[in-house]
């Protein structure tokens, strides 16, 4: 881990959040160091889109606590988020470019909001950030004209144009060939080493987990399994992770009666001679 003095940069205690009355997120808590690289892994429904939500302040949780820099997101006011969004840089999964804006025009976005600047600077500063992921001389293109891999460059440029502390990065590799998927991955490693940034990466993609990680945190039905450096979860004895790292499917054990009972909300006859003393179960 390329972590100098283990600064504590991101602090999630207790996190507990709800969609409605059911539970998504239940009692989250890890960190994340200084110049680090934490990958935060899971199922489809596990909650790490989830937890990203909330990391970046989209949402207010149930209860828990999120420090990011070392103040409570869960805190602060409307204006307090806005000044802390100049020091938070996110790529999101399909690049969320806007169609009918340039690729340095897209790139410009936070300076236009967040810096006083001219546009003959802001043009500068959006083609050194094209330069650093290799997108130099597309700035005039639309984002139509782009192939997948360079959307997602150009999005992680605009997502690094006020060089923030911290860089959230969801789902860099879907969508992509392995060799794009690859290229992209040296770039967050560039990234984090050349310009000391801390990159939390929302995947579910094993090869370019274990191949940016310096830890990663793995998250099942909304709780965390394990958080630990690549070694400790290639090596955990955890048979969820297991399943998750084999991609073997998840066989859940149902009592049938109850199963019924919760599609029709009719209590079922459980009298001796009605039930069995064995339990009918199926997997699903």
Same mark, same amino acid.
């Given at each position: 881990?390329?972590?100098?003095?283990?600064?504590?940069?991101?602090?999630?205690?207790?996190?507990?959040?709800?969609?409605?009355?059911?539970?998504?997120?239940?009692?989250?808590?890890?960190?994340?160091?200084?110049?680090?690289?934490?990958?935060?892994?899971?199922?489809?429904?596990?909650?790490?889109?989830?937890?990203?939500?909330?990391?970046?302040?989209?949402?207010?949780?149930?209860?828990?606590?999120?420090?990011?820099?070392?103040?409570?997101?869960?805190?602060?006011?409307?204006?307090?988020?806005?000044?802390?969004?100049?020091?938070?840089?996110?790529?999101?999964?399909?690049?969320?470019?806007?169609?009918?804006?340039?690729?340095?025009?897209?790139?410009?976005?936070?300076?236009?909001?967040?810096?006083?600047?001219?546009?003959?600077?802001?043009?500068?500063?959006?083609?050194?950030?094209?330069?650093?992921?290799?997108?130099?001389?597309?700035?005039?293109?639309?984002?139509?004209?782009?192939?997948?891999?360079?959307?997602?460059?150009?999005?992680?440029?605009?997502?690094?144009?006020?060089?923030?502390?911290?860089?959230?990065?969801?789902?860099?590799?879907?969508?992509?060939?392995?060799?794009?998927?690859?290229?992209?991955?040296?770039?967050?490693?560039?990234?984090?080493?050349?310009?000391?940034?801390?990159?939390?990466?929302?995947?579910?993609?094993?090869?370019?987990?274990?191949? =940016?990680? !310096?830890?990663?945190?793995? $998250?099942? /039905?909304?709780?965390?399994?394990?958080?630990? %450096?690549?070694? @400790?979860?290639? *090596?955990?004895?955890?048979?969820?992770?297991?399943?998750?790292?084999?991609?073997?499917?998840?066989?859940? =054990?149902? !009592?049938?009666?109850?199963? $019924?009972? /919760?599609?029709?909300?009719?209590?079922?006859? %459980?009298?001796? @001679?009605?039930? *069995?003393?064995?339990?009918?179960?199926?997997?699903?």
């Amino acid at each position: 881990m390329n972590s100098e003095n283990n600064q504590q940069l991101i602090y999630v205690k207790d996190l507990v959040t709800h969609y409605g009355s059911k539970k998504i997120l239940n009692n989250i808590s890890f960190e994340v160091n200084q110049g680090e690289i934490m990958v935060i892994m899971g199922g489809s429904g596990s909650g790490k889109s989830t937890l990203l939500r909330y990391m970046l302040g989209l949402n207010k949780p149930t209860s828990g606590c999120i420090k990011l820099l070392g103040k409570d997101i869960t805190k602060m006011s409307a204006n307090q988020m806005h000044e802390m969004k100049k020091d938070i840089g996110v790529s999101f999964q399909g690049g969320a470019l806007f169609g009918s804006m340039s690729v340095s025009e897209n790139i410009q976005l936070p300076l236009c909001e967040h810096a006083d600047l001219d546009e003959n600077t802001m043009r500068i500063m959006s083609q050194m950030k094209l330069e650093v992921v290799n997108l130099a001389g597309f700035e005039d293109l639309m984002p139509a004209q782009l192939s997948g891999g360079m959307i997602k460059r150009a999005a992680l440029a605009r997502a690094i144009i006020l060089d923030p502390k911290l860089l959230f990065f969801d789902e860099p590799s879907a969508g992509l060939d392995p060799v794009v998927s690859a290229e992209l991955d040296e770039l967050i490693l560039r990234l984090r080493d050349a310009m000391k940034m801390t990159i939390v990466v929302v995947t579910h993609e094993l090869e370019s987990a274990f191949k =940016i990680a !310096d830890r990663i945190t793995i $998250l099942d /039905r909304g709780e965390i399994l394990m958080c630990g %450096t690549v070694n @400790e979860v290639r *090596n955990s004895d955890n048979q969820r992770i297991h399943n998750l790292l084999h991609r073997k499917p998840r066989r859940d =054990i149902v !009592d049938v009666d109850e199963y $019924l009972q /919760r599609l029709t909300g009719k209590a079922l006859d %459980t009298t001796p @001679e009605n039930k *069995n003393s064995n339990p009918k179960q199926a997997d699903y």
